[in-house]
């Protein structure tokens, strides 16, 4: 099955934002820990107020909600600088891209560069609300849009194809 399309910014940027909220939970949880061991740690007076845990819960608060706001305005400034980094990129990946799915592989060809993976190297094949991802490595992905599919038939055939010739590969 062969499907043509051109890649967009927006394409790459949903991509590495898909990326990047899956690895939202361990920036939560650092989060958290951050909040309970440093006002813990720094503004007791000794061991046996660390001991009893007496130390002031609006302390503890304050220091939470400043943290919670650094941490926001880090995560706004690293999606923008994402943004910025993905629209410096070389051009030559907003292109038209044409992928084709066979029994033994996926390939990829544009004007610049070709590229083939067999499915038992595919780590997964996954779908997001505009895109199907195949999966090369946990970072990297064929980005397909849902837009390049005349109907959402083609488009959902397009995806069920490529899981079953993941699934149905022998690994390496």
Known sequence: MNIVYTLQPE???AFYKQRLQS????FK???VLIAV?????????DYSKLRNMQFSVTFALVSFLILSIVAWAAWVMMKRLMKRAILRQS????CVHRVTLTDT???SATDHSQSRSLWSAIYKVDEMKDHILI???PGAAYIIPKRAFATPDQMREFYQMAVALQKSAKKV
């Not at 690895?23 to 361990?26: D, L």
């Open 91 to 94: 051009q030559d990946k907003f």
């Open 105 to 107: 592989e996926v390939s």
């Open 11 to 13: 394409d790459l940027f």
């Open 29 to 31: 949880f650092c989060l």
């Open 37 to 45: 061991a440093v006002p813990a740690l720094l503004f007791l007076d």
């Open 135 to 137: 999966y090369t490595s």
């Open 23 to 26: 690895t939202a939970w361990m």
